[in-house]
């Protein structure tokens, strides 16, 4: 009797379509873990018609068009610092289910993106693309902020906050 209805939930789950996963909270203000389906889309496109062939070959902000129509912009892969780009690019104009966490407040409305797939039937990935990227071009570090040569490059010219005679006060 229990395997029955154990199969019948687990028949019913399958029956909604609804995404098998949820975004692991990371304590942020008005956070929610929210997984989505949708289509890949360059935000640029989405909003003002302007369009890149291939998404802008990641050189644009995408993010995700859901099947109800919302549009999410995803900010943040689970590498730090790193944005999702690298990891949706490979699916720019098509279907994916994504999972991870929605940040909405009254100003804003941003999605980081924790592990994507193509479909129900297929396995999360988690969204490391730009460490994996990164480490392929400039080797392991465990912090690819403090040792990447273009973060090095910016903080010389202009300073670590990015505005030229802006400095930390000193302790």
């Known amino acids: 009797m229990a ?24 304590g942020l203000d008005n956070e929610q873990s929210l997984a989505l389906k949708g289509t890949v889309v360059d935000l640029v496109c989405g909003l003002t018609g302007k369009c890149a062939p291939g998404c802008g070959g990641g050189k644009r902000q995408l993010g995700l068009r859901a099947d109800d129509g919302k549009l999410y912009a995803t900010i943040k892969s689970v590498t730090d610092f790193a944005g999702s780009t690298a990891d949706l690019l490979p ?21 980081l993106v924790q592990s994507i797939r193509a479909g129900a039937s297929e ?4 969204t490391i693309a730009f460490q994996e990227q990164w480490s392929a071009k400039n080797g392991k570090a465990d912090e690819w902020y403090r040792v990447d040569p273009a973060v090095k490059t910016i903080i010389d010219a202009d ?12 302790q």
């Open 3 to 26: 395997n029955s209805a154990t199969g019948a939930l687990a028949a019913a789950v399958l029956a909604l379509g609804a995404p098998a996963r949820a975004g692991d909270l990371q």
């Open 91 to 111: 699916w720019c104009g098509k279907s994916v289910e994504l999972d991870g966490l929605l940040i909405e407040n009254p100003r804003m409305r941003v999605y």
């Open 123 to 126: 396995p999360w990935k988690p």
């Open 159 to 170: 300073g670590v906050y990015g505005i030229k005679g802006l400095e930390p006060k000193k």
